[in-house]
């Protein structure tokens, strides 16, 4: 067990997606070193992420970025109390890069193995810089691959409100964004060009699924945006680029926005966060904080770099598995359809 002046310390590594990263963490919420090594430029080139392409970077820079992590902080491997890793959802392929480095690194230093689900991650990355924050809270977790309304019961604990049937948030960002001919990744580029566009031009459907008001599709909005360029091209009207990227821009986070009161409103919690890449969309940030003031629900966000993928947030989420003991074996696998929830 950790020593209790120096508190418990974890090596924590993050390769599910197109992001390569380590941090040392703190009693799950002190960040002694945060280093990423993004792949956005590389998988630009192909319009998004290239599977095999985002395993063989990670195998690539995995060791620098973990060295770089330690160096920062300060620290040894001797000085680590666990080795964390997110062992699914993801790319199975990048996720096997981070979870076979983990292990080596955790057998070779005789430390205890933490294999972190990559949604808790992204939920736990609010506890870093709001030290107040404890369950239970709800929160939305919007990235490129997932979109769940979670109630977070207690550490470890959740229980999925909803979830998207179809395409992710940040997914249909990336859609559009390639559609419009703004490139990958689309979220950050459809927020730019948004701001110069209004967000009443064009009409695009908020759909609802009927089985559980919680639950979010996205894929009738894409598809909408995708008719709307083919009947200008086909009237021969010039499209403005701006005004369809606010438009659609304001129709998700509007569903994001709605679906969050609901959940306040019904479930009577008085915190609520958001997490994941699409968390760092400053509409939607802006439109929750006004949304929470107005219920009298304090607001939590992280910054956009706790945002997007890092490894600061799997440190989070494993000193809370760390606490309740809970450590995996050397069988460790990528599990790459991993649920929130399930072990
Ligand atoms: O959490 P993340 O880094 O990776 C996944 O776990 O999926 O999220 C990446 C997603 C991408 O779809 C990206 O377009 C979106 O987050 N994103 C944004 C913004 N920044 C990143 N979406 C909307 N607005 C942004 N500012
Ligand atoms: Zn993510």
């Given at each position: 067990m950790a020593d209790k002046q120096k508190g418990a310390i974890i090596l924590a590594i993050e390769s599910s997606c197109d992001e390569t990263a380590a941090a040392v963490v703190k009693n799950g919420r002190e960040i002694l070193s945060n280093v990423i090594s993004s792949q956005i430029a590389l998988h630009t080139l192909y319009g998004g992420v290239v599977?095999?392409?985002?395993?063989?970077?990670?195998?690539?820079?995995?060791?620098?970025?973990?060295?770089?992590?330690?160096?920062?902080?300060?620290?040894?491997?001797?000085?680590?109390?666990?080795?964390?890793?997110?062992?699914?959802?993801?790319?199975?392929?990048?996720?096997?890069?981070?979870?076979?480095?983990?292990?080596a690194i955790a057998y070779g230093a005789r430390k205890p193995l933490i294999g972190v689900h990559h949604i808790e991650g992204h939920i736990c990355a609010n506890y870093i810089e709001n030290r107040e924050?404890?369950?239970?809270?709800?929160?939305?977790?919007?990235?490129?691959?997932?979109?769940?309304?979670?109630?977070?019961?207690?550490?470890?604990?959740?229980?999925?409100l909803g979830r998207t049937r179809d395409d992710a948030a940040g997914e249909a960002f990336d859609k559009v964004a390639r559609a419009i001919g703004l490139g990958y990744p689309g979220g950050p580029k459809i927020e730019k060009a948004a701001k110069e566009g209004n967000a009443n031009a064009i009409v695009f459907?908020?759909?609802?699924?009927?089985?559980?008001?919680?639950d979010f599709s996205f894929s009738g909005v894409k598809s909408a945006v995708l008719n709307y360029i083919n009947g200008c091209h086909m009237k021969d009207i010039a499209i403005v680029k701006e005004d369809i990227?606010?438009?659609?821009?304001?129709?998700?986070?509007?569903?994001?926005?709605?679906?969050?009161?609901?959940?306040?409103?019904?479930?009577?919690?008085?915190?609520?966060?958001?997490?994941?890449g699409v968390a760092s969309n400053s509409v939607l940030r802006n439109g929750m904080k006004t949304a929470c003031e107005s219920k009298g629900v304090k607001f939590?966000?992280?910054?956009?770099?706790?945002?997007?993928?890092?490894?600061?947030?799997i440190g989070?989420?494993?000193?809370?598995?760390?606490?309740?003991?809970?450590?995996?074996?050397?069988?460790?696998?990528?599990?790459?359809?991993?649920?929130?929830?399930?072990?």
């Open positions: 599977p095999e392409i985002a395993s063989r970077k990670h195998i690539e820079k995995i060791n620098q970025v973990i060295e770089s992590a330690l160096s920062d902080s300060g620290m040894t491997l001797e000085d680590m109390d666990a080795i964390a890793v997110t062992y699914g959802p993801g790319l199975v392929g990048a996720l096997l890069v981070g979870v076979a480095e983990a292990k924050l404890e369950p239970p809270f709800l929160c939305l977790v919007v990235s490129g691959g997932h979109t769940h309304l979670v109630k977070v019961i207690d550490y470890g604990m959740y229980e999925i459907p908020r759909a609802k699924v009927a089985e559980n008001p919680y990227a606010a438009s659609f821009q304001k129709a998700v986070t509007d569903v994001l926005i709605e679906h969050a009161i609901r959940a306040i409103d019904e479930f009577q919690i008085n915190k609520f966060a958001i997490a994941g939590f966000y992280p910054s956009p770099i706790f945002c997007t993928d890092n490894a600061a947030m989070a989420a494993a000193y809370y598995e760390y606490l309740s003991g809970r450590i995996d074996g050397w069988d460790l696998n990528a599990v790459p359809n991993l649920k929130l929830g399930e072990r």
